[in-house]
């Protein structure tokens, strides 16, 4: 935003320069000279001269002392609001962002609609405020925008509406940042987005515009993706590395693996086109890959657990019509027993949630002394005879207790017990 604010200073400037080639009147005669407009008229000579006197110092503390007298001294007169707007100027070349504010803030009163004003009110609450000053106010900063944004229409000189859109991004800027505070993360995006278009290397603004994006509810993943990886190319050397981290955790997120990030980021860092991020594989296509690359009956239990509740009927069907029936052994967790029946936790995800998702039904009753206890670690043999997708249950039938590992040649399946993978 320095260039900005660099305008601001010069559009000030131009004020200063002219109000001091072009000074009032001294109203002895009342009239103006021939061809000369009509204009300001400072009736006393001591009043004149003490405001010539302010003006025309070169020396920027002089002309701050000399306009600060002349304003006390003279808060009535025709030249005050002129007056105000070079004093803010001259602190504003001090860089007194205090006493600038200040001043500004009676500009602003006398004249509501005095733009240099309202944007350099609108500059400072903003830009002290994400430096953690507290005598900056971001609420202010934005209510000093949006008066700005009000008066264009009233706006008639030449000097500043050649300065509309650099003032326009102060006043989006200011604006988007208060929002951002306040958790209004739609707006802060709708207002900071222009301004970052404008000033994309403006670490300021672009890493807030990145996080408006990413704290909306549903995340805008696609935007705030790219606008943190830009901030963290444009980021201080210090920070560069935290927000890198960080942009590439939400890109992982999104599409779950980190492929194709390097290209993003490397995009990004030359500031070149935006590029789209493919989002992550649905739990379908997810139950769909795994059918395609693995055998049904080389899955584990986990895996026929994931394609049965997310795949497509086509896909369920490839894996259960290769499973039902066929003995199956395996290890799981006890969660309740009867004699004639175990409820078992099959996967990892459901053993850690002590939750079932296995009916091993027997053909004959277990002795009493032989049936595990709940909690237990259990080996045992079924054959797969139904299952209902949601909540995931699949019921084993012919369930018999293993106690020693099997046979080399015995025609069964073991599936260990694997974290069913994760659903985007």
Same mark, same amino acid.
């Given at each position: 935003?320095?260039?900005?604010?660099?305008?601001?200073?010069?559009?000030?400037?131009?004020?200063?320069?002219?109000?001091?080639?072009?000074?009032?009147?001294?109203?002895?005669?009342?009239?103006?000279?021939?061809?000369?407009?009509?204009?300001?008229?400072?009736?006393?000579?001591?009043?004149?001269?003490?405001?010539?006197?302010?003006?025309?110092?070169?020396?920027?503390?002089?002309?701050?002392?000399?306009?600060?007298?002349?304003?006390?001294?003279?808060?009535?007169?025709?030249?005050?609001?002129?007056?105000?707007?070079?004093?803010?100027?001259?602190?504003?070349?001090?860089?007194?962002?205090?006493?600038?504010?200040?001043?500004?803030?009676?500009?602003?009163?006398?004249?509501?609609?005095?733009?240099?004003?309202?944007?350099?009110?609108?500059?400072?609450?903003?830009?002290?405020?994400?430096?953690? $000053?507290?005598? !900056?106010? *971001?609420?202010?900063?934005? /209510?000093?925008?949006? =008066?700005?944004?009000?008066?264009? @229409?009233?706006? +008639?000189?030449?000097?500043?509406?050649?300065?509309?859109?650099?003032?326009?991004?102060?006043?989006?800027?200011?604006?988007?940042?208060?929002?951002?505070?306040?958790?209004?993360?739609?707006?802060?995006?709708?207002?900071?987005?222009?301004?970052?278009?404008?000033?994309?290397?403006?670490?300021?603004?672009?890493?807030?515009?990145?996080?408006?994006?990413?704290?909306?509810?549903?995340?805008?993943?696609?935007?705030?993706?790219?606008?943190?990886?830009?901030?963290?190319?444009?980021?201080?050397?210090?920070?560069?590395?935290?927000?890198?981290?960080?942009?590439?955790?939400?890109?992982?997120?999104?599409?779950?693996?980190? $492929?194709?990030? !390097?290209? *993003?980021?490397?995009?990004? /860092?030359?500031?070149? =086109?935006?590029?789209?991020?493919? @989002?992550?594989? +649905?739990?379908?296509?997810?139950?769909?890959?795994?059918?395609?690359?693995?055998?049904?009956?080389?899955?584990?239990?986990?895996?026929?657990?994931?394609?049965?509740?997310?795949?497509?009927?086509?896909?369920?069907?490839?894996?259960?019509?290769?499973?039902?029936?066929?003995?199956?052994?395996?290890?799981?967790?006890?969660?309740?027993?009867?004699?004639?029946?175990?409820?078992?936790?099959?996967?990892?995800?459901?053993?850690?949630?002590?939750?079932?998702?296995?009916?091993?039904?027997?053909?004959?009753?277990?002795?009493?002394?032989?049936?595990?206890?709940?909690?237990?670690?259990?080996?045992?043999?079924?054959?797969?005879?139904?299952?209902?997708?949601?909540?995931?249950?699949?019921?084993?039938?012919?369930?018999?207790?293993?106690?020693?590992?099997?046979?080399?040649?015995?025609?069964?399946?073991?599936?260990?017990?694997?974290?069913?993978?994760?659903?985007?």
């Amino acid at each position: 935003m320095k260039k900005i604010l660099l305008a601001v200073v010069l559009g000030v400037t131009v004020v200063a320069v002219a109000q001091d080639t072009a000074q009032p009147a001294q109203g002895q005669s009342g009239a103006p000279a021939q061809g000369q407009a009509q204009g300001p008229v400072i009736k006393d000579p001591a009043e004149y001269n003490a405001y010539v006197a302010a003006v025309q110092q070169k020396d920027p503390s002089a002309k701050i002392s000399g306009l600060e007298a002349f304003t006390t001294q003279y808060p009535n007169s025709v030249m005050k609001n002129q007056a105000l707007e070079l004093l803010m100027g001259a602190y504003q070349q001090t860089n007194n962002s205090k006493k600038t504010m200040e001043t500004a803030a009676k500009v602003v009163a006398g004249n509501p609609c005095n733009m240099r004003a309202l944007a350099l009110l609108a500059f400072y609450n903003r830009m002290l405020a994400q430096n953690g $000053d507290p005598s !900056a106010n *971001l609420a202010d900063g934005k /209510k000093y925008a949006e =008066q700005g944004q009000g008066c264009w @229409p009233k706006i +008639t000189d030449p000097e500043v509406t050649k300065m509309k859109s650099q003032m326009d991004q102060i006043f989006g800027s200011a604006i988007g940042i208060a929002d951002y505070q306040a958790k209004d993360y739609p707006g802060a995006a709708t207002a900071l987005k222009p301004v970052v278009d404008a000033n994309p290397t403006d670490f300021s603004v672009v890493y807030p515009l990145a996080l408006a994006y990413l704290n909306q509810a549903p995340p805008d993943y696609q935007n705030g993706i790219w606008f943190a990886a830009r901030a963290a190319a444009v980021a201080p050397a210090q920070n560069q590395a935290g927000i890198e981290k960080y942009a590439r955790s939400q890109y992982i997120k999104f599409h779950a693996g980190d $492929d194709g990030w !390097a290209e *993003l980021l490397a995009a990004a /860092k030359a500031n070149g =086109q935006q590029m789209p991020i493919k @989002p992550a594989p +649905t739990p379908a296509e997810q139950a769909h890959d795994m059918v395609v690359k693995t055998p049904a009956d080389k899955m584990d239990f986990a895996q026929w657990e994931f394609v049965l509740t997310n795949g497509s009927q086509e896909d369920q069907n490839a894996v259960w019509n290769t499973i039902k029936g066929k003995a199956v052994q395996m290890n799981g967790t006890v969660i309740s027993t009867t004699p004639d029946e175990f409820m078992i936790a099959g996967s990892s995800d459901d053993i850690d949630a002590k939750k079932a998702d296995i009916t091993l039904k027997f053909v004959d009753k277990v002795p009493v002394k032989m049936i595990p206890k709940d909690g237990a670690s259990f080996d045992f043999q079924g054959e797969p005879a139904s299952y209902t997708p949601n909540p995931f249950m699949m019921v084993m039938e012919k369930g018999t207790m293993l106690r020693a590992k099997p046979a080399a040649t015995a025609p069964t399946h073991k599936a260990p017990v694997h974290k069913k993978p994760a659903a985007q």
